[in-house]
């Protein structure tokens, strides 16, 4: 039996206590942990930090890792029958979009496409697998047709949209991060159609900011990987830009100052 480390105690204790909260600040460490000074709180939470049991959010705020025990991710039925079926595969895959998000959504939509990312050289495989199993495969630049076609017609089967990709480093056992998830999303609505109001997806955005779960900087870097680091770099730092900027880019785009 593997033997549970101090550091391992220490975690259990520390998310007992604060598994409610979306984030936490060192005088929370200090109040759970009373007989440990200072230096060694300090140099507990630089351990979690490291062994990635919990995540630096800015300075001072942390949150618990969501890859630990998976408690924040609770993915759709559909969603899961999608995993099992692509873990039979074997090909490296991760579900990303919604199914990720649904926990800062107000509205989660009875029906929605799963956006799934898997291995680009195994692309007509992984098609078959998936319509063999009764999902309605199609690619990105078909979301906005086969959606409504679907919804016309009555028809319920899963529909999956399938992403081709050969990186896989912000996806881990089968799921995207918060950020992945996020940019995959704003490039589904705004590229190719996804069937969700821009409204909700402000809304998914200014709940994950607000709980302090999205590394901003990594989102703008994922975001390049799609070639929309300028959108999302614009929503990112939207709140510094002052009034008189926004008024400088609209009379350059009304061509006023000709």
Same mark, same amino acid.
Request: glycine share 6%.
């Given at each position: 039996?593997?033997?549970?480390?101090?550091?391992?105690?220490? !975690?259990?204790?520390?998310?007992?206590?604060?598994?409610?909260?979306?984030?936490?600040?060192?005088?929370?460490?200090?109040?759970? %942990?009373?007989?440990?000074?200072?230096?060694?709180?300090?140099?507990?939470?630089?351990?979690?930090?490291?062994?990635?049991?919990?995540?630096?959010?800015?300075?001072?705020? %942390?949150? *618990?890792?969501?890859?630990?025990?998976?408690?924040?991710?609770?993915?759709?039925?559909?969603?899961?029958?999608?995993?099992?079926?692509?873990?039979?595969?074997? %090909?490296?895959?991760?579900?990303?979009?919604?199914?990720?998000?649904?926990?800062?959504?107000?509205?989660?939509?009875?029906?929605?496409?799963?956006?799934? %990312? @898997?291995?680009?050289?195994?692309?007509?495989?992984?098609? #078959? =697998?998936?319509?063999?199993?009764? *999902?309605?495969?199609?690619?990105?630049?078909?979301?906005?047709?086969?959606?409504?076609?679907?919804?016309?017609?009555?028809?319920?089967?899963?529909?999956?949209?399938?992403?081709?990709?050969?990186? *896989?480093?912000?996806?881990?056992?089968?799921?995207?991060?918060?950020?992945?998830?996020?940019?995959?999303? *704003?490039?589904?609505?705004?590229?190719?159609?996804?069937?969700? @109001?821009?409204?909700?997806?402000?809304?998914? !955005?200014?709940?994950?900011?607000?709980?302090?779960?999205?590394?901003?900087?990594?989102?703008?870097?994922?975001?390049?990987?799609?070639?929309?680091?300028?959108?999302?770099?614009?929503?990112?730092? #939207?709140? !510094?830009?002052?009034?008189?900027?926004?008024?400088?880019?609209?009379?350059?785009?009304?061509?006023?100052? =000709?």
């Amino acid at each position: 039996m593997k033997q549970i480390t101090s550091i391992e105690k220490k !975690y259990q204790v520390l998310q007992n206590a604060l598994s409610e909260r979306q984030t936490f600040i060192m005088a929370d460490v200090e109040g759970i %942990f009373p007989d440990l000074n200072r230096a060694t709180l300090y140099w507990l939470v630089s351990e979690l930090v490291k062994l990635g049991y919990i995540k630096r959010i800015r300075r001072g705020t %942390f949150a *618990f890792n969501e890859w630990r025990g998976k408690k924040n991710i609770v993915i759709s039925d559909e969603a899961g029958r999608v995993s099992e079926v692509m873990a039979e595969t074997g %090909f490296n895959f991760y579900i990303s979009g919604l199914d990720i998000l649904a926990k800062y959504m107000h509205h989660i939509p009875e029906q929605y496409p799963i956006l799934l %990312f @898997a291995e680009k050289t195994a692309k007509e495989e992984i098609w #078959s =697998v998936l319509a063999d199993h009764g *999902f309605i495969v199609y690619e990105p630049t078909e979301i906005r047709e086969m959606y409504e076609n679907a919804a016309y017609a009555g028809r319920e089967e899963t529909q999956v949209v399938l992403y081709l990709t050969d990186t *896989f480093e912000y996806g881990k056992d089968g799921l995207a991060t918060l950020e992945k998830a996020f940019v995959d999303t *704003f490039f589904a609505v705004t590229r190719n159609g996804y069937p969700l @109001a821009l409204q909700e997806l402000v809304r998914i !955005y200014e709940n994950l900011r607000r709980t302090g779960n999205i590394d901003l900087r990594k989102t703008v870097t994922i975001a390049g990987r799609r070639s929309i680091q300028y959108d999302i770099r614009y929503i990112v730092e #939207s709140r !510094y830009i002052t009034e008189e900027a926004r008024q400088f880019v609209e009379i350059m785009e009304r061509g006023q100052s =000709v």
